[in-house]
């Protein structure tokens, strides 16, 4: 996965000489943290959460116990890594499930981000758990967006509930949205997944759209699907969307072509919200839970 790996590359030049050193001072962690600074701003990460970052390794790194210890070089570089784990929400933040099925799970985000297919990916996801899903087409002002989620539906086995086809250009999304997740309930589904409308850009209608079918149907999840390319655009939309509609979670995809990381490096630090899982690729299967420590360790080597 090649996600971060110009980072992870500069980290191991750089912690490698620190790890390389019996005896560290003050001065020679300046100037590494100097480098990770460059490193993780050249990786595209949100300046604040950059400068937040070295101050807090600084902190930790200069303290008493470090310098004096055996191995000063290690202990550095195992706070850098417990920083990075912290900078993109320490543990695995998993998905809310609803006490009394159906779990309702609505999906926001801009056009081509990767909403539809991750809509499909996470389908696939609870069926493989055993468990029933409903996808609920509510994009009546796309037609063709309801067709690939009928299609998704279709090859994965799963039941697709879409508006009345003949007058579905009129039909309120609210509307659409409460009779889904009301057959989600009737019909004893597990979870129903909203795939709601996109735009090309944010928009007044579009977030009021948004927030009057979050107030009509409760969802346990409200997950933004973000693009990992876009860097920091992707940063300040999810910052939008959690102001406008709020959110309670992301999901970054195309993370496999990211060779940069900023999106991922920065939304939790930024916006609060934890990063649930990754989009892989294009394929249906190509969805990974997001663990933090486990992305920290990657990016270390
Ligand atoms: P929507 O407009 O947000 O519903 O976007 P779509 O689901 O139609 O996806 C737009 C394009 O992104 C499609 O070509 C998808 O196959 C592609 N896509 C979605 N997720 C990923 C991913 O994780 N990796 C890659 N490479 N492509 C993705």
């Known amino acids: 996965m090649p996600v971060l790996d110009a980072l992870s590359q500069k ?9 390389g050193q019996g005896v560290l001072t003050e001065a020679n962690i300046a100037e ?5 600074r460059l490193a993780l701003l050249e990786a595209d990460v949100n300046f604040k ?19 004096q210890s055996l191995t000063p070089g290690h202990q550095v570089v195992k706070i850098v890594w417990e920083e990075l784990g912290e900078m993109m929400g320490k543990e695995q933040a998993g998905l809310k499930l609803a006490s009394v099925p159906p779990t309702i799970i609505m999906m926001v985000g801009l056009q081509g981000a990767g909403k539809t297919t991750t809509c499909g990916k996470l389908a696939r996801w609870f069926k493989n758990q055993g468990r029933r899903v409903l996808l609920v087409a509510a994009d009546p002002r796309r037609p063709a967006a309801g067709d690939q989620l009928s299609n998704l539906g279709a090859s994965l086995g799963v ?28 019909k004893g589904y597990d979870v129903v997944i909203l795939d709601t409308g996109g735009r090309l ?27 990992a390319m876009t860097g920091q655009d992707a940063v300040s939309m999810a910052g939008q969307f959690d102001q406008q509609v709020g959110l309670t979670g ?20 930024v916006t609060g919200k934890p990063i649930k899982f990754l989009g892989v690729g294009e394929k249906l299967d190509a969805l990974e839970l997001f663990h933090p420590d486990r992305m920290a360790s990657r990016i270390l080597g």
Not at 32 to 36: F, I, M
Not at 254 to 266: C, H, M, N, Q
């Open 250 to 269: 992301v999901i970054l995809t195309k993370t496999e072509g990211d060779a940069r990381g900023g999106a991922v490096l920065s939304i939790r630090a």
């Open 49 to 67: 959460v950059v400068k937040d970052f070295i101050e807090r390794v600084r902190v930790k790194a200069v303290g008493q116990e470090v310098l």
């Open 159 to 186: 039941d697709v509930h879409r508006a009345d086809r003949v007058d579905a250009t009129q039909r309120d999304v609210v509307q659409i949205c409460r009779e889904g997740t009301e057959r989600g309930r009737d």
């Open 32 to 36: 590494a943290l100097k480098e990770v």
């Open 201 to 227: 850009h944010i928009d007044d209608e579009l977030m009021h759209e948004l927030v009057a079918v979050k107030q009509a149907v409760l969802p346990q999840e409200v997950l933004l699907v973000a693009d």
């Open 11 to 19: 980290f191991e030049t750089i912690l490698r000489k620190l790890r």
